[in-house]
């Protein structure tokens, strides 16, 4: 895949020297708790050194890129389309800020930019959906911010520190992320 170039950040490849960004934000519960229950256990330096192995040899049924600052190429995340059903032309995303220092600055909403620009123009897909849980205030913010709107709700159906939250799904169409960009040009 090619990189991705925006205003501050490069959606880049895979790189071993990533390994050491990755286990940061695998070990650290105020960002693992914001994911899925694969970071329920500990996630082992195996576990995670697989990942990536896995994607800088292109066998894992994901796609994806790194968030990397654009001048230094320095890790800052991670986004990956994952599920993609080339028949019903939809992909599920995954995104990850893996720094505590560098949420809600922005990298997020850049990265999830240039993503939708990839998959709607390149990849031409009609869809892409995610999952986000309830209290993740500022994950809903940055994709409503991108264009995605709330399509469903499923009640408690995830729990976590002693209480049942809710899981939403939310999803952006290419028409959609057209009309945005076409208004964004005008103001422009």
Not at 7 to 28: A, F, G, Q, S
Not at 42 to 62: K, R
Request: net charge neutral; charged share 30%.
């Amino acid at each position: 895949m090619p990189k991705l170039t925006g205003k501050r950040i490069v959606l880049r490849e895979y790189r071993k020297d990533d390994l050491i960004h990755m286990r940061k934000w695998v070990t650290n519960p105020n960002i693992s708790d914001n994911l899925s229950d694969i970071f329920l256990y500990p996630n082992t330096m195996n576990q995670t050194e697989s990942f990536l192995n896995s994607m800088l040899e292109g066998s894992a049924n994901i796609k994806g890129f790194i968030i990397a600052d654009k001048e230094s190429e320095e890790y800052i995340g991670q986004i990956d389309l994952v599920n993609i059903d080339w028949k019903n032309r939809v992909a599920e995303l995954g995104i990850v800020i893996g720094d505590e220092e560098k949420l809600g600055k922005g990298f997020g909403s850049e990265a999830l930019m240039l993503l939708e620009e990839f998959v709607f123009n390149r990849l031409n897909l009609n869809k892409l959906q995610l999952t986000v849980h309830d209290y993740n205030k500022g994950a809903y913010k940055c994709y409503s911010k991108c264009g995605f709107k709330e399509e469903g709700r499923i009640r408690e159906n995830f729990f976590i520190n002693g209480r049942y939250t809710d899981i939403i799904h939310m999803g952006i169409l290419k028409r959609e992320y057209e009309k945005i960009r076409l208004q964004n040009s005008k103001v422009e």
